[in-house]
Structures are given as structure tokens and as C-alpha cells.
């Protein structure tokens, strides 16, 4: 029996793209904009919670921010997603998606130097909400582009299933997760090379990664 191919948009290459752009996402608002992830939110609860037990109450809102606007990028995302399945768009769904990340990190690196941090990191807040609730399985299996934590875990587990008793099933999936890693880290240092040359236009690098999927897509039609 021949084996289905994944969709594009669940591929490896396409998943490590879309990783390489959140950790350039997150990297970018961490080092440009005041210490905020924009997307690693549980990263942001704990800096929000340190900031309250030090009393420094007046960095709680860069925190509370980004959150929010997590949360207001995930509704939006969800509304599109509904009317998608109603039949209200007749368009290639994952392709819009990026297309609407695209626009708005393009809009940050125009905009960035003139507005508050809070601005920037609230439209890339909702830039990765939108990453985040449209991708998420990579083979067929679950799969997060934003946090590595559970990746982590999936990465020592694998190992261990490979190593300890042989599942070569778990070998695949050790080599695709650790990709992902990769990429996520690549995209985060990619970020933190170009800062010191191109400050806030540096987030170009994620609308480059969010463009070589949606050539990716394309293709594929």
C-alpha cells in the first residue's frame, strides 16, 4: 500500500521554517522591546509574576500587553478559522495565514522605531497566536512551533525509545524534533546577529522564514 504524503504545511522543512520564524519572533521582542516574549507566554506569566512579588508594578503592563494580545490574535484566528469552514473564503487557508503574519511583521519592522514597544510587541503577539492556532501537527502528529518545551520532553523521550528498545519509529521522531530545535534556535541567533546592525528592522528575518513558506505553498498548488 502506498503511504500518503503529509500536506505541505505538515512537512518537516515547512514545520522548521515556521519554527526558525517564532524564535526569531521571540528573540526579536526580547532583545528590541523590553524583555517581552512574544510568543512564549508562559515565559511572559512568570516575568509577569516576578515583577509583581519585586513590586515593580510598573513593567507589569508590558507583560499583561503581550498576553492579551495573545489572546485577542487567538480569537481573531479562531473567527477566521470558523468562517473558513462555513464556506466564506474560497482560498488556500494555511497560505492566508501566513500571508496575514506576513503583513503584519511587516508592518513592525515600518513602524517599529516610531511607536512604544507595547505596539509592536502586541502586533507580534498576535502575529504568533496566529502561528500557533493554525499549525499544529507536523506528520500528522501534534506539533507546536512557539514552545519547546514539550519538544524537549518529546526529544528525550524519543531518544530513549530509540536507544533503550530499539523503536525506530522513535528514531524518526528524534531527528524531526531536533530539527525543529535547530531551527528554532537558528532563527532566535539569526535575530540576535542582525540587532546590533539593523535594531528594529531586524524582524525582516521572520517576514523572509514566513515567505519561504508561503513559496513552499505555493508551489505545492
Request: proline fraction near 2%; charge should be neutral.
Amino acid at each position: 500500500m502506498e503511504k500518503v504524503q503529509a500536506p505541505v504545511h505538515q512537512r518537516l522543512l515547512f514545520g522548521s521554517v515556521l519554527a526558525a520564524a517564532a524564535g526569531s519572533i521571540d528573540s526579536y521582542t526580547y532583545l528590541v522591546h523590553g524583555e517581552v516574549f512574544a510568543g512564549l507566554q508562559t515565559g511572559n506569566l512568570i516575568l509577569l509574576g516576578s515583577k509583581i512579588g519585586l513590586g515593580e508594578f510598573n513593567q507589569v503592563w508590558r507583560y499583561l500587553i503581550a498576553i492579551l494580545a495573545f489572546m485577542f490574535g487567538t480569537i481573531l484566528m479562531r473567527i477566521f478559522q470558523y468562517q473558513f469552514e462555513g464556506g466564506k473564503f474560497h482560498t488556500n487557508r494555511p497560505s492566508a495565514v501566513l500571508k496575514y503574519e506576513l503583513v503584519l511583521v511587516l508592518i513592525v519592522a515600518l513602524i517599529s522605531s516610531w511607536v512604544p514597544n507595547l505596539v509592536s510587541t502586541a502586533l507580534l503577539s498576535i502575529t504568533a497566536a496566529a502561528q500557533l492556532q493554525e499549525f499544529r501537527q507536523l506528520k500528522g502528529g501534534p506539533f507546536t512551533s512557539l514552545m519547546m518545551t514539550g519538544n524537549i520532553r518529546t526529544l528525550a523521550e524519543s531518544f530513549y525509545d530509540w536507544v533503550g528498545h530499539g523503536d525506530q519509529k522513535a528514531r524518526g521522531k528524534l531527528a524531526d524534533i531536533g530539527a525543529i530545535m535547530v531551527a528554532f534556535a537558528f532563527g532566535a541567533g539569526l535575530v540576535a546577529v542582525l540587532v546590533s546592525f539593523l535594531h528594529g528592522v531586524s524582524i525582516i528575518v521572520t517576514a523572509v522564514f514566513l515567505a519561504i513558506d508561503i513559496s513552499f505553498l505555493r508551489f505545492a498548488d
